[in-house]
């Protein structure tokens, strides 16, 4: 249907439209665009009545802010690792739901919770578990006499556990985006490759795996653009550390912006993510084409 074909009927399809078009300039269009122009201005809040235009020189900034660079270096290893151990777990579970086993429907609805859940709360819960006062994982060590696990405590276990609480809350995501796709392979493929006396594994990699290929392209480049700018579990998790070790690229714009309270640096820091991602992402999208066609053909 184009916007001819529509004859009376576009008075009321512009209505209709309306109210859409007002919220993405409202709430999305005009504070990027403002975003994008506090990026060219000197403006702390504290000590600057007003933005203060300073053109390039936020993003000379950037170049020689090694911060930054460590932050994006946590940022790629805690999305990279945070996504392989989700589509992992995800692809695990979705070949034990495709089996059909009793209950199915209940169990996926319990192992889809964690999804749903505000990663605040995540954070929290994950927290909770790994203090260690009450926390009932250091309970466990201590119970099953293992090693005196600093959690939370240390660079290495501070960046594990949050990589184990976003794999607890996105697991099930690529787990559904896998299922739905086995789902969608006719069971008489099955059936074929187990009269020719292909085995459970065989099954799963010759026949399975490569037709859920798209989907896995889907499910890690979804992930790890989610991950890379994680903050709400760093936040309640461990707030940057210890010291700068989880400090991820989203806690270093969010200290930026409101504890050094410098809204012009930290709009520079925005912009530029948000460029690169969006190159990225437009990689992503071609790389996911080819992959879909190579895999439909």
Known sequence: MTW?????????????????????????????????????????????????????????????????????????????????????????????FDSDPPGRNLLLGIFLLPMIMAPVVVGTVWSALFDRTVGPIPYLFELLHGPDVQWLGTPVTAMVGLIFSDAWEWAPLAALLLFSAMQAIPREQHDAARSDGASSWQLFFRVVLPQITGMLVVAGGLRLMDAFLELDKVIVMTGGGPGTSTQLVSMYVYKQAFQAYDLGYASTVITTLLALLAVAYAFYLRHYGRTLMSART
Do not use: K
């Not at 000197?42 to 660079?69: C, F, K, M, W």
């Not at 946590?74 to 995800?90: H, Q, R, W």
């Open 4 to 96: 001819a074909t529509l004859g009376r009927g576009r008075l009321a399809f512009a209505l209709l439209m309306l109210p859409a078009v007002i919220y993405v300039l409202t709430w999305r269009l005009a504070p990027a665009l403002y975003t994008v122009w506090l990026s060219l201005t000197q403006y702390n809040i504290v000590y600057d009545a007003a933005p203060q235009l300073n053109h390039l020189e936020n993003y000379r900034r950037i170049v020689h802010d090694s911060t930054l660079g460590e932050a994006l270096r946590l940022s790629v290893i805690f999305a990279v690792l945070a996504t392989a151990v989700e589509l992992a777990i995800g692809l695990a579970a979705a070949a034990f």
